[in-house]
């Protein structure tokens, strides 16, 4: 009798306690969103939500469209005035306009036929480093490496509806470019790619302050007689050098020392590699502050590192010396 008691009574708390839970839920919130600029594009929120009234916040997502590096939020008003909206915090119906920051990808042929257009006033922008810059260019160009465009764009790019140009070596830096400027609001970007060789720009323009600057480069090795104990030092036999420059064309040295000439401008690829007997040092020498490297300790594999040649190097040879020990 007591069990069948307490059985009833539990049966009784939970009926009043079910009451009591649905008289305190005012039932669920309908949001009725209408998104405008999309275009087909594909988002993971729904055109209308259901919430529960104790916790109506929506957290919005970003959207995706094709053709579009960079989705720039959702706002409020068609002219994208004020702060985007990123979450929704009131009932009824609302209204969405999605902002998009748009390049175009354009052929060298077209780039060229919009600078030879009558009145032509776009922003030519060259996105490599100054060493780059300072070899050639395209006449007119200027200059923000792609690395700090981010920082300077705003500040130096001060009307985010100028049509902007962008041209790299080979086109990768120039699309990564186009869309750190989509992503800060910039409207009328046009990538080309590279000028790098006459197949990607066989047109003129292109000018240059160091193309005809010839630098020397001096490479050695120096082998000791003895190790430090007085033995005669192993044979240097797996023990060798090359240089590649930027067309891929190869220096190889064949005299100790052995002296190149190469054009201010240009990047060399220097490789070396040693056997697992001995090691290499290597000492560069030269008036670029840049190139003032030790490199220590290098056995049994290939290596190599980069010189950029620049117009300070005139004024003496640049010198690579091979210090081999054990």
């Known amino acids: 009798m007591k069990k069948t008691g307490l059985i009833f009574a539990l049966i009784l708390m939970l009926a009043i306690s079910s009451v009591l839970f649905f008289a305190c839920d005012n039932g669920p919130t309908q949001y009725t969103i209408t998104f405008n600029g999309t275009e087909n594009a594909q988002h993971s929120n729904p055109a209308t939500f259901t919430e529960n009234d104790l916790n109506p916040n929506l957290t919005l997502t970003s959207a995706n469209r094709a ?39 354009i052929t060298a042929t077209q780039a060229y036929a919009m600078m030879n257009a009558e009145g032509f006033n776009a922003i030519i922008l060259d996105v490599r480093t100054q060493l780059e ?30 049509q902007i140009m962008i041209y790299c070596r080979a086109g990768r830096r120039s699309a990564i470019a186009a869309g750190t400027l989509a992503g800060l609001g910039f409207t009328r970007v046009y990538d080309f790619g590279g000028i790098n060789v006459p197949e990607q720009w066989p047109y003129s323009g292109i000018v240059g302050d160091i193309l005809n ?16 104990t007085g033995q005669p030092f192993p044979s240097i036999h ?89």
């Open 213 to 228: 600057t010839d630098i020397e480069i001096t490479v050695s090795w120096t082998i000791p007689t003895t190790t430090d």
């Open 133 to 162: 810059f300072d070899y050639e260019r395209l006449d007119g160009a200027i200059l923000i490496p792609y690395t700090e465009l981010a920082d300077r764009a705003e500040a130096e790019l001060t009307d985010k509806n100028a």
């Open 238 to 326: 797996g023990f060798s050098v090359r240089l590649e420059r930027n067309d891929g064309t190869e220096l190889i040295p064949t005299n100790n020392p052995t002296t190149f000439t190469v054009n201010a401008g240009q990047t060399i690829r220097v490789y070396w590699h040693t056997n697992s007997t001995f090691s290499a040092d290597v000492k560069i020498q030269s008036q670029s502050q840049s190139h003032q490297d030790i490199y220590s300790g290098i056995t049994g594999t290939y290596a190599y590192f980069d010189l950029n040649i620049t117009t300070a190097d005139t004024a003496a040879p640049i010198i690579i010396e091979f210090l081999l020990g054990l």
């Open 67 to 105: 053709g579009y590096w960079t989705f720039l939020g959702w706002y409020d008003n068609a002219e994208f005035d004020g702060d985007a909206v990123t979450e929704i915090t009131q009932t009824g119906n609302i209204e969405l306009w999605a902002r998009w920051g748009q390049w175009a990808t």
